[in-house]
């Protein structure tokens, strides 16, 4: 969900207004190779609750501390994620509410959360586990195939978290190729802005197909289970915005954490070392998620009272964005925040998957791929190294699911 409402803000559409965003505003989405820009350290040193210049007449703020975002994050009385309250202060249409969790206060947050949690414990996502391995050790042949260079973004980063979602969904498997298809090219501003917004309106269509379909004859996955235990409580908007939320929210943040640690990791060859021996992976995983914050701000929350964070007033209406790449380099996360460093002890866990109510439901899913995916590939391609020179790469310039659109690698 985050995804494509960051592929909305960059088209054209309902969310066109937000395309003309200045950089003054921007500049929070922008990085210095992997790393957050200078001034992001800067902000955050002086004023980690700061003022934003944004037009429309908004008060806005930009959040960029750990103790102020987790502030924020927790806060349920003072803040509110509803998509009516944002989009009516940013011009955009109501009817652009892609539904689903992110954009919902409870008591419809907690109701509809209520009912993906079982999708996602630990128990549930483990029959995962083998077909997370088969993607894996499928795409790894697909990269070796792929000739010299490589594209490891749309031969490895990108299809396995695609093809998990299938799984987990329960996309029929005579519809995976489609489905794939689909849902990539949504993310695909190669072939210009319009392709992107059609792709999702082709996804919506087809998941509203599919749901029809499942509430004839529910299926084995998510959406299947959904309409067993819940079909008379949930409407098909509903369970619509569900099945899209996990897709987006699931496909290009999973997608950006495998192509930017891979590159992470043929930076670092011991790091690299360690994973092809088995050891660590959880930490290295785990500190790759805080040292790339690939989602790089929270959904916007706006203030339902008049309160203070970190000691700055906010008055009820302020908009307020959290930076969960500026906050995950907080000295709160231990010495040298700028360096991966697998052995920190942090006092608390970082803010990848962001905080409160509204933290990554898919968090353990994410982590299930990455720790399955990093070692798999350091191992079948012990030589694996980048093709052109890191600092050639085109990253994405102001979106806020930061990634690369292409990535190309040697593997031998
Ligand atoms: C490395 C991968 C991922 C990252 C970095 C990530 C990051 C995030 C963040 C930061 C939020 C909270 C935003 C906020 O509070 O404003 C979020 C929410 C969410 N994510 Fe993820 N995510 C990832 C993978 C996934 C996966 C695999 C799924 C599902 C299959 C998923 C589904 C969702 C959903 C549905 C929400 C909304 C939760 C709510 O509002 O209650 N995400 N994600």
Redesign the pocket.
């Known amino acids: 969900?985050?995804g494509s409402l960051a592929r909305r803000f960059a088209g054209d559409g309902p969310y066109a207004g937000l395309a003309l965003l200045p950089d003054r505003i921007l500049w929070p989405l922008h990085r210095d190779g992997l790393d957050p820009v200078e001034r992001m350290a800067e902000i955050r040193g002086r004023e980690p609750v700061s003022k934003l210049p944004v037009p429309f007449g908004i008060r806005a703020w930009l959040v960029t501390g750990d103790d102020a975002t987790r502030e924020v994050?927790g806060s349920l009385d003072g803040f509110s994620?509803d998509f009516g309250k944002f989009a009516g202060k940013v011009g955009i249409k109501i009817s652009a509410d892609p539904g689903?969790?992110?954009f919902?206060d409870p008591p419809d947050?907690t109701r509809l959360?209520r009912m993906?949690t079982p999708e996602?414990t630990m128990r549930r996502l483990s029959r995962l586990q083998p077909r997370i391995e088969a993607i894996v050790a499928d795409r790894l042949d697909a990269l070796g195939a792929a000739g010299a260079p490589a594209d490891l973004w749309h031969e490895w980063a990108l299809p396995i978290?695609a093809l998990?979602?299938c799984e987990?969904l329960g996309v029929p498997y005579a519809d995976r190729e489609y489905f794939e298809k689909v849902s990539m090219s949504r993310f695909d501003m190669g072939a210009g802005a319009h392709a992107p917004l059609d792709a999702v309106s082709e996804s919506l269509n087809y998941l509203d197909g599919l749901i029809k379909e499942q509430r004839r004859i529910p299926g084995d996955g998510l959406l299947g289970a959904l309409i067993r235990t819940h079909g008379d409580a949930i409407d098909d908007r509903e369970l619509a915005g569900?099945a899209d939320?996990?897709?987006t929210?699931?496909?290009e943040?999973?997608a950006?954490?495998l192509a930017l640690g891979a590159m992470a990791l043929m930076e670092d060859p011991a790091m690299a070392a360690q994973l092809r021996a088995g050891e660590n992976v959880d930490a290295i995983v785990d500190e790759l998620?805080r040292y790339l914050?690939?989602?790089q701000v929270?959904?916007p929350?706006v203030a339902i009272r008049d309160l203070e964070i970190g000691g700055v007033p906010i008055r009820t209406g302020d908009v307020v964005i959290?930076s969960?790449s500026g906050a995950n380099r907080d000295q709160q996360v231990g010495a040298e925040p700028e360096r991966i460093d697998p052995a920190r002890r942090p006092g608390r866990s970082h803010?990848?998957?962001?905080?409160?109510?509204?933290?990554?439901?898919?968090?353990e899913?994410?982590?299930m791929?990455?720790r399955t995916a990093f070692p798999a590939l350091v191992r079948r391609f012990p030589d694996l190294r980048m093709a052109v020179d890191p600092a050639d790469l085109q990253f994405r310039r102001a979106s806020i699911v930061f990634g690369v659109d292409s990535l190309p690698v040697h593997t031998v």
Do not use: D
């Open positions: 969900m985050l994050l994620n689903g969790l992110g919902a947050h959360r993906l996602f978290p998990t979602i987990l569900l939320g996990v897709l929210g699931g496909l943040t999973s950006s954490m998620l914050t690939v989602v929270a959904f929350r959290c969960l803010l990848a998957f962001g905080y409160g109510v509204h933290r990554c439901i898919g968090a899913l994410a982590k791929e990455l």
